[in-house]
Every structure is written in C-alpha cells, then in structure tokens.
C-alpha cells in the first residue's frame, strides 16, 4: 500500500466480532501504516473497545457516542471527526465493518483515486450476497431514484476520498442523512470502480426491510428540491390533461354522442382530478420555494461525542 496516511472510518454498532476481523484483515491488506477511527455508534450489549485494534496492531482511535445515532449519521461523525482533528490528510476510506466491504480491494479504490482528476472512488458492485428480496427491492429502487431526481445511484457508503473531499463531505449537513446522495449533490468530481461485495465475517446484519426502506427515501431526501418540481410537473400535466378531458366531455354532450348518466359522472371524476392534482401543483410550489431558501446546517458531531479511545501508538496524524 503506497499511502502511509491512509485513514480508514467504520461505523461500529453492536458487532465487535466482526469489526475485530476486519482490523485484523486490514492490517494485512494495508500494512500498519493506517490509522482506523472506528465510531461505536451508543452500543450497550457489545460496546466496542480497543482491544481488536491493539491485537491486530494498527494505529486507531475508537470514538463512542453518547447514543445511538444510526449508520449515516455515525459515518458523519467519523469524516467530521477526521477533518477536524487530523492533519496533512492524504486519503480516507469509508467502509462497513461487517465485511461486505473487503479491505483488499481497497488497493484497487486508492489506484483508481491517484489515477484519475477524481476527489472520491466509489465501490460500484459486481456481485452481492444478498437476498431475492433486497436485490428486488434495489432495483425498484435505483429506478424510482433516477424518476424522482434525474440522477443515476448505484454505490454506497463504500469510497475512497481525498482531504479536500472529506473536509467538503464534513461541512455538509447532508452528511448525516445520506453519504451516497451527499457525494452526488456535493459536486465534487467522482469515479465508479467495479468491485465484488463480500459475506459477513461473523453474526447478522442489523439492517431490515424497513430500515432499508427509510435509507432508500433518506437518500431522496437530499434531492428534496429536484423531486419536488418533478412531481410538479407531473401534477401540472396531470391537470391538463383532465381539463383537456372535460373539454371533449362537454363537446360529446353537445353533439349527442353522450351517453345518459355519462356526462355527469365523467365530468364529475375529471373536475375532481383537476381540483386534486391543482392543489398539489400549488402546493409542490411553495414547499420547493421553501426548500430553495434553506440551508442545511452540518452536523455539530461534537454533542453526540461521549468519550474518544487512542491506541498505544497515539493519534498519529493529528
């Protein structure tokens, strides 16, 4: 591994087995050149310590929350952290520490960072070991996505990044809510690098369908404004087209051809589409008006700090 001052971030929450494997596996893949901040996201059965970094023999902070956060919010905290306290940032990782995302093909992340003009590598994946029903659901998912905002997401938290890109991602209030749709809307220049996703190392994701769900509309979140003049539009057309239905309804009941009852009910429905989707329209307006005038805050990570662990060897880079 050509970066000494590699810095790797991980989310931790109630899984010390499997982030103690994966300090072991990148002190191998890596060399003991890196430092690991692993952000224990408020666990309380299995509070992470620093004893898988010490065992594994990497240079690390552990940075525990007062609670549970959740695991974009915890991944925001970890890039805040770094930005803040570390120095001289070369490159930055941030990965799952579950396994999925391999610590040997961070390599090929890094190589493809250096040799492009890009500020963050994300991992577009090959394969997955996931169920029918999670594949189906992100497939569902990547094409109500692309619909609502008119952008294309195919990665997740899985990426490589510079030090301009960590401090751009950590002023962000974004951040917090979406890392993937942040990388998107933050406007910084990013490449996709194929890569395999892995099993676990040890127990079961946290991670159910509902969980899923509400990540997949956090990442719409970020594109509040895009979304909402999309659905807009769509409303806008929608009214047209029923006041173009109620126009060829009157000119039928005018020559004839209406049946009885007909007119009266398709008039009805049509008027009451309008009515509908009219309001809507207004109402998309204004909530897009809204949207435009705000700011989103980046997150104050410092009150969700509860204590800050370093290994033997220090903070090497702060």
């Not at 007062?66 to 970890?78: S, T």
């Not at 999670?134 to 998912?141: A, E, G, N, P």
């Not at 126009?247 to 009451?272: D, E, I, N, Q, R």
Request: aromatic share 8%; net charge positive.
């Amino acid at each position: 591994m050509r970066h000494p001052k590699l810095i790797v971030v991980t989310p931790v929450f109630e899984d010390t087995e499997a982030s103690s494997i994966l300090f072991s596996e990148l002190a191998k893949s890596c060399g003991k050149e890196i430092h690991v901040v692993a952000v224990d996201d408020g666990s309380v059965r299995q509070p992470l310590t620093l004893q898988g970094m010490n065992d594994a023999n990497v240079h690390g902070t552990l940075v525990r929350l007062k609670r549970n956060v959740g695991h974009q919010r915890a991944i925001a905290v970890g890039l805040s952290y770094v930005a803040e306290n570390f120095h001289d940032i070369d490159r930055v990782v941030v990965m799952d520490s579950d396994g999925e995302d391999l610590p040997e093909t961070i390599a090929s992340l890094l190589d493809e960072l250096d040799n492009s003009e890009a500020d963050v590598v994300v991992a577009q994946r090959k394969s997955r070991v996931e169920t029918l029903r999670f594949k189906t659901f992100y497939v569902v998912y990547k094409w109500l996505f692309s619909l609502l905002t008119g952008r294309k997401i195919s990665f997740g938290n899985f990426m490589a990044m510079n030090g301009a890109a960590v401090r751009r991602l950590s002023s962000m209030g974004e951040l917090a809510t979406h890392v993937a749709g942040t990388v998107l809307v933050s406007r910084l220049r990013w490449r996709t690098r194929a890569l395999d996703r892995g099993p676990r190392y040890a127990g079961k994701s946290k991670m159910n369908f509902v969980g899923l769900a509400l990540h997949g509309f956090k990442g719409l979140m970020i594109f509040a404004e895009d979304v909402l003049v999309r659905v807009g539009i769509a409303c806008a057309a929608v009214a047209l087209l029923s006041l173009l239905g109620v126009s060829a309804a009157v000119a039928l009941k005018t020559m004839g051809y209406a049946t009885p009852g007909w007119f009266s009910v398709s008039l009805g429905l049509l008027v009451l589409v309008f009515l509908q989707t009219g309001a809507i329209t207004l109402m998309t307006l204004m909530l897009t008006g809204i949207t435009r005038n705000s700011t989103v805050l980046p997150l104050d990570y410092r009150l969700l700090i509860d204590q800050v662990f370093a290994t033997a060897h220090g903070h090497r880079d702060q």
